[in-house]
Nanobody, 121 residues
Framework: QVQLVESGGGAVQAGGSLTLACAPS????????MGWYRQGPGKQRELVAT???????NYADSVKGRFTISRDNAKNTVYLQMNSLKPEDTSVFYC???????????????WGQGTQVTVSS
């Protein structure tokens, strides 16, 4: 019924940049919080950054100053600009959204399918 469609992953050398984008499909009534999580090889999924509808942001300490999360409410799209990438950033990045559909009376959590980011040294 709802899919979070991610784009922008890929391979880059250390110090490079990538921008991820994510937008939900479906008949969306309201989107609360959107964000990005990641899961590195052999690691648990961890928060990278989140942003509320009002623009308040939260970042993991490991990405502060390097990553920027932003949101286009008109397009229901969240972006993650990643600069100064490091090999330890290599992960599958997952889009996350808390949203409500027109067909529902409550919010639910949705996840994207994941997009691979590989940073080589």
């Amino acid at each position: 019924q709802v899919q979070l469609v991610e784009s922008g992953g890929g391979a880059v050398q250390a110090g490079g940049s990538l921008t991820l984008a994510c937008a939900p499909s479906g008949s969306i009534f309201n989107i609360n919080r959107m964000g990005w999580y990641r899961q590195g090889p052999g690691k648990q999924r961890e928060l990278v950054a989140t942003i509320t509808g009002g623009g308040s942001t939260n970042y993991a300490d490991s990405v502060k100053g390097r990553f920027t999360i932003s949101r286009d409410n008109a397009k229901n799209t969240v972006y993650l600009q990643m600069n100064s990438l490091k090999p330890e950033d290599t992960s599958v990045f997952y889009c996350h959204a808390i949203l409500r559909l027109y067909s529902s009376d409550y919010e639910r959590v949705y996840w994207g399918q994941g997009t691979q980011v590989t940073v080589s040294s």
